[in-house]
């Protein structure tokens, strides 16, 4: 079983930071890419940022020079530091990961239960 559990999140005023933290669990042999998806109210989930196993970073435009990305590969665990929230920030933001569980299979993609960051103008 592999189980991704994420924290942070909440209410922030526009402007202000969060930051958010997505840790893996289980029988994993290796993660791949892992990054953070957000999904506001009538929207399609959108992807916010990923991150490589080599540390390589790729954003949103909406997102880009606000938020920051990174990962400990040692605890399994994917972070978000959002700064200058905006109102259209508001969503569920769900972590993912690529992650193989053994030699002889195809990684598998996993989601965390997804927190709500809900920031006011």
């Known amino acids: 079983q592999v189980q991704l559990v994420e924290s942070g999140g909440g209410l922030v005023q526009a402007g202000g930071s969060l930051s958010l933290s997505c840790a893996a669990s289980?029988?994993?042999?290796?993660?791949?890419?892992m990054g953070w998806y957000r999904q506001a109210p009538g929207k399609q989930r959108e992807l916010v940022a990923g991150?490589?196993?080599?540390?390589?970073?790729n954003y949103a435009d909406s997102v880009k020079g606000r938020f920051t990305i990174s990962r400990d590969n040692a605890k399994k665990t994917v972070y978000l530091q959002m700064d200058s929230l905006k109102a259209e920030d508001t969503a569920v933001y769900y972590c993912?990961?690529?992650?193989?569980?053994?030699?002889?299979?195809?990684?598998?993609?996993?989601w965390g239960q997804g927190t709500q960051v809900t920031v006011s103008s």
């Open positions: 991150i490589t196993s080599g540390g390589s970073t």
């Open positions: 289980g029988s994993i042999l290796k993660i791949n890419t």
């Open positions: 993912n990961a690529e992650i193989l569980r053994g030699y002889l299979r195809a990684p598998d993609d996993y």
